[in-house]
């Protein structure tokens, strides 16, 4: 499982035998503590488990020598995060996510030392929303598929021929009608990526 992880880090060391993982996942540092539920939420939608966030299973630590865009992840005994900033956690919470394996409800990570820390500033996927109609749902995974793959950017073209699929209070004829996204939907959007490290680009 470790050496499938996507993109693959710059550095990892595999060792024999599997750490099995109680299901929590916790952290003293105030930083980090609203960014674990990314975390809980994930593990329940990919792997039907629930995650609490309490003492005694993965750890989240601060370590003011990782530079603000890197991570660590030490799955040797346990399963312990290490990051200095927001950024470098998600990055780590993405690759645990990766790690972890659930068979028979047993939450377990292959023994592993992995330190990474992306190449590029800007890392970005295009999704064209005009051309075929995509609803608000699907806009989700998409921010979810930047998050799993460390891009820190979502494009999203808007606006075409096809169709207008912003809201407008100026201009109420000008939304496809049943092909538009609503005030509610564009927040939602910005809210789910915010917590996930992710910037909206929109494209108009």
């Known amino acids: ?3 499938t992880i996507l993109p693959t880090p710059k550095k990892t060391e595999v060792f ?4 099995v993982l ?4 916790f952290t003293e540092c105030e930083m980090f503590t609203p960014h674990l539920p990314v975390f809980t939420d994930a593990m329940k939608r990919i792997f039907g488990l629930e995650i609490t966030i309490a003492e ?3 750890r989240v630590e601060y370590d003011a020598s990782l530079p603000e865009n890197a991570y660590r992840l030490d799955s040797r005994e346990g399963l312990v995060l290490y990051a200095s900033a927001t950024e470098g956690l998600l990055y780590a919470l993405s690759t645990a996510l990766h790690a972890v394996k659930v068979k028979n409800g047993v939450l377990s990570c292959e023994k592993a030392l992995i330190e990474d820390w992306p190449e590029k500033p800007y890392r970005t996927l295009m999704v064209d929303l005009v051309r075929e109609w995509i609803p608000a749902s699907r806009v989700y995974k998409y921010i979810d598929v930047c998050f799993m793959q460390k891009l820190n950017h979502l494009h999203l ?3 075409d021929d096809q169709r207008f ?3 407008s209070k100026a201009f109420p004829l000008l939304p496809t009608p049943d092909e538009h996204y609503t005030e509610e939907d564009i927040r939602g959007f910005c809210a789910y990526a915010a917590a996930r490290g992710i910037t909206l680009v929109p494209e108009l």
């Not at 024999?16 to 750490?19: F, K, M, Q, R």
């Not at 109680?22 to 996942?25: C, K, L, V, Y």
């Open 165 to 167: 699929t912003l809201p």
């Open 56 to 58: 005694g299973g993965i």
């Open 157 to 159: 073209h808007l606006v």
């Open 22 to 25: 109680n299901h929590a996942i």
């Open 16 to 19: 024999e035998g599997v750490s």
């Open 1 to 3: 499982m470790i050496q």
